[in-house]
Structure formats: C-alpha cells, structure tokens
C-alpha cells in the first residue's frame, strides 16, 4: 500500500482527529457543565476559560518534544535505523517527566500573581487559583503521554493514541456530571473542583493505557541508559525551537484572553467559548497535519521527494474539505451551540456575534495546520519557529491594538486571529514549493 494513498493517509488521520480532539473535548465538557452550574455560572467559565488557555500554554510549549520525537522516529523508521534511537525513547520520556515537575513547582505557587496578570479578580480569580492549582497535578500525567504518543505516531500508528483518548475522555464526562453536580446522599456537589478532578482522572487513565500500549506494542522500553544518545541533543535543539515558537504562540492566547477580561466578565466568559471552540476545531483538523507529520519525516528519511510533493497536495484536500463540513454543521446548528455552555443573554449576545468570524477562519486554518505538521516532520523547527514570531509580533499584535484602539472588542481578537492565519498559512505554503518542490523536480 502506497504511503500516500488515500487509505494509508486516513488509516493516521482518523484515529490522530479521535485522539486529538480528546483533550479539547475535555476542556468543552468542563466549559459546558460548568456554565450551566446554579452558583456563579458567569464566574465558573471565566476562571474555566482562563486556567483552560494557561493549561494549554505550557502543555503546548512542553510537549513539543512529542513532535520531536515524532519526527525523529519516523525519520528513522524511513531509513531502517530503528535501533539508532532505542535508547533516546526512554531518555527523553524521563526528560519529560523532569520537565514536567519543574513546570508544576514554579507555577502552582503562583497561581494568584498569574491569574492576576489575566486581569482576573475577585471571585473569578479565587476560582482560577483553585482550579489550577488541582488541574496542574496532571502535567507529569499529560507530558509523559503526550512524549509516548509521539513514538506511537513516529512508529506510524496512531489507533493506540486514540484508543488511550477515547477512554480518558469518556472518563472526564462521566466524572464530570458525578463530581460537579453530585450525587444526592452519596457524593456533594463540588462544582469546579469537580471538574478539575475528573479532568485529573481522565489524564491518569490515558497514561496508564498508554504506557500498556507502550510495553506491549513497541520495540521500546524505559531502561534509562546514562551514554547519551547522539540524537538527543538533536531531538532537544528541534524540541527548543518548538518551545519557542509555541511560547509566541501561546503569548497571542494570553494577550486575547488579558483584552477579553478587561472588556469585562460577560466578554471573558463569550470569550472562552469561542477560544474553546476554535482549538476544538484546530486539533480536529490537526489530524491530517499528524498524518501529514509522520509519513513526511518517513518519506524525507527515504528521500522519496516525489512522494512528499504529492502528499501535500492530498493531505491539503483532505483538511480543507474537513474544515468546510465543520463550518457547514455549526452554520446549521447556529444557536444551538452557544446555548449548550451558557444561558445568560448578555454572554450569548457576545458569543453569536463573533462566532461567524471563528467559522469563516478554518479553511485558512486547515491549510495552516496541514503545513506545520508537515514541516515538523521534516525537523524544519527554526522555520517553524521564526514564522511564528513574526506572525505573532507583525501580525497578531498590532491587529490587535490597531483594532482595540477603535473599540471593536471581541472582534479586534478575532480579526487578529485571521490575520495570524493568513500569515502562517501563505509563508508556508511558499517555503514548501520553494524548497521541496524544486527536489520533486
């Protein structure tokens, strides 16, 4: 079967869409049942909102040693040298974890300054304390998986992931309604602690299948080995390019979410809907950008430059059709939606109005994504990371203020989003033709 071939692309996107979209799923159920909770719903979002975009952050910016790993695995698994990086698995696994330790130390004891630098006060900053602080438990939980989920995409499968996804995120649901809203005589209503808890469940439950699917499946294992393997400080200089791109990218997130807080807490709280929606929307469509990521480091480890050329131009159909359907039923299902996460008037008003913007994005989107996950598994991490400095700092950003300055409020952030894609999108899409289509040739 060809690698290309529309079977083979599928057989890694469909279960790479399931899996992806289990973590934003889990964040849109939290966002839903909190919502319509009886006490301080408007409040609950907020603080969901703003501990949910600071939650994905600095898991963004971590995990990226997964889209390393990836890349390196598939790369090797291209050109049979396998055995190259069966000592770098469990080295960078351990880094992770390390990693992630640290990252817990040096922000659950500062979860007030930096829901503070949110804009957030009051009530809705004591709830993003609280929140937080349960939710960040699951960052060694989250990293761990996310780096073993890389070696499963590199290996070219992606069905384990989704496996692993699937149950965590059934287990945030139920949990979710049992610990939030309680269980007369048996479990009281914990409101968004609860949430906090099941989401920490639903994470423990993915590392522990994952880690299954880990010992069972691959040629792998987890003995550390102290001779440092010579591509670890390849994987690490790829994984530092990431961080700083998705640092960039993360700062865009933390800037419309400080502005939609100043607006306001009904503003904040629409905000964190359509926030939520659109990264719902970008992991779906990210499954054809995983395809993408790991069959092209495997064809570029064989040098089958024909192969990467014809795999852009289908993965990019692929996406792009995806992202019309999803335009097509939110387009049909319109009032519906805002009305699952929220009942006030005044935060629905602010969410229907914006979200036609959200929707007209996602083809602009979808090629954008396509592309990213390519150039990752081609290892092309300093492109990646200078495009994105310059699409948040000459683009997003003075969008954003220019917009701000004529009081445009929620559309300001979301015409700074558009204008963040279309940037992405087209230097992209220029940088592959120019230097791998010349190779095709």
Request: with cysteine; hydrophobic share 55%; glycine share 6%.
């Amino acid at each position: 079967m060809s690698a290309i071939s529309f079977k083979n692309i599928n057989r890694l996107a469909i279960p790479a869409i399931i899996a992806g979209i289990a973590e934003p799923l889990i964040s849109l159920t939290d966002i839903a049942i909190i919502g319509n909770v009886d006490k301080n719903p408007i409040e609950s979002l907020a603080a969901a909102g703003i501990v949910g975009s600071f939650l994905s952050a600095i898991i963004w910016i971590v995990a990226q040693t997964k889209t390393a790993i990836s890349s390196i695995v598939s790369q090797h698994l291209g050109a049979n040298r396998l055995h190259a990086v069966k000592t770098l698995i469990p080295q960078a696994i351990y880094f992770n974890l390390l990693f992630s330790i640290v990252i817990y130390v040096t922000t659950a004891f500062f979860a007030e300054a930096i829901f503070s630098a949110y804009n957030a006060e009051g009530l809705i900053l004591s709830y993003s304390e609280e929140y937080y602080q349960i939710r960040a438990l699951g960052y060694p939980l989250t990293l761990v998986t996310f780096a073993i989920f890389g070696i499963f995409r590199g290996l070219q499968n992606t069905l384990w992931a989704m496996k692993c996804s699937i149950t965590g995120a059934l287990v945030n649901v139920i949990l979710d309604f049992t610990l939030v809203y309680g269980i007369e005589g048996f479990i009281p209503a914990m409101h968004l602690k609860g949430a906090a808890y099941a989401s920490l469940a639903a994470q423990a439950t993915m590392l522990v299948m994952a880690l299954w699917f880990f010992f069972k499946k691959t040629p792998f294992h987890l003995k550390l080995s102290f001779n440092i393997n010579p591509q670890l400080k390849g994987l690490l200089l790829m994984a530092a390019n990431l961080f700083v791109r998705t640092a960039a990218l993360n700062f865009a997130i933390y800037l419309a979410n400080a502005y939609a807080t100043g607006y306001g807490k009904n503003y904040i709280a629409a905000q964190s809907i359509l926030m939520n929606i659109w990264l719902f929307f970008s992991f779906f469509i990210d499954g054809y950008a995983n395809a993408g990521n790991a069959i092209g480091g495997k064809l570029l480890g064989a040098r089958d430059y024909k192969s990467l050329w014809e795999l852009s131009k289908k993965i990019s159909k692929y996406s792009v059709f995806i992202a019309f359907i999803l335009m097509g039923i939110c387009a049909l299902f319109y009032d519906e939606i805002g009305l699952i996460f929220n009942k006030e008037d005044s935060v629905l008003m602010l969410f229907y109005s914006v979200f036609w913007l959200v929707l007209l994005m996602q083809p602009v989107n979808a090629i954008a994504f396509m592309f990213d996950g390519i150039f990752k598994g081609l290892g092309e991490a300093k492109y990646l990371r200078n495009l994105l400095l310059a699409a948040t700092f000459l683009g997003f950003t003075p969008a954003l203020l220019i917009a701000d300055h004529f009081g445009m409020k929620l559309y300001a952030i979301w015409i700074a989003f558009f204008v963040w894609m279309l940037i992405r999108s087209s230097a992209l899409v220029i940088q592959f033709r120019r230097k791998y289509l010349k190779k095709e040739i």
